[in-house]
């Protein structure tokens, strides 16, 4: 299979935001590894056994659940623990797995900014594929300028689901994902841009990253 390509990220702290909002807080991240580039299709057909029709593409129409599954088998794949039980829909994580997993939404921004400050770690027009570029559809992984960590596209492509709850106090089963994605307005294609979808839905502008430790 096609292997995962991972980078190393530090131990820090960032100030976190929330494109909706002014609010801010510090974040305090242990170091752990997450994917240079988003999971493509290509991946996932090797994974399943299946064809891939552009297989550098980030694969897509991924719901937060069956992203997890996959976690789950690539960790299997690689000889790893999985990382996630199953107790029908609801999901229960092991930290002491050294399996594959979805990062935190502390891990995915302190990893995307890189140790900028700023809402993209570089011109965006440099660093995202966003609607300003006229795409139907995601573009092939790693076309635009890396981070300081060498991760490619954690702004713009697609979206990236997390493993957090998008509203904790909440009573929905929605999850985060991060980043913006190719059919957004570059203004919104942020460190700080955050949606929401619920477990089992799925869509053409998310994707996934994977993250270990």
Do not use: K
């Not at 998310?206 to 270990?212: D, S, Y």
């Amino acid at each position: 299979m096609t292997d995962v390509e991972m980078a190393r990220i530090p131990a820090g702290r960032v100030l976190r935001g929330d494109l909706r909002g002014a609010e801010r807080r510090e974040i305090v991240v242990d170091s752990f590894e997450i994917g240079v580039y988003a999971i493509t299709e290509e991946q996932i057909a090797e994974l399943l056994g299946i064809p891939s029709r552009h297989p550098r593409r980030p694969a897509t129409q991924l719901s937060w659940l069956r992203a997890i599954r996959l976690c789950n088998a690539l960790s299997e794949w690689e000889g790893l623990d999985p990382v996630y039980s199953f107790d029908g829909e609801v999901v229960t994580g092991d930290p002491d797995s050294d399996g594959f997993r979805l990062p935190t939404e502390d891990e995915w921004e302190y990893a995307c900014r890189a140790g900028s400050t700023s809402s993209a770690y570089g011109p965006v027009r440099e660093v995202a594929w966003t609607a300003a570029d006229g795409l139907t559809a995601p573009a092939e992984v790693g076309g635009r300028m890396p981070n300081l960590h060498g991760l490619f596209d954690t702004l713009g492509n697609v979206w990236e689901w997390c493993a957090d709850l998008y509203d904790p106090d909440g009573e929905s089963d929605a999850r985060v994902f991060r980043g913006g994605g190719w059919s957004d307005a570059p203004a919104q294609v942020r460190a700080t841009a955050r949606r929401g979808g619920r477990q089992r839905d799925a869509f053409d502008d998310v994707g996934m990253r994977v993250a270990r430790g």
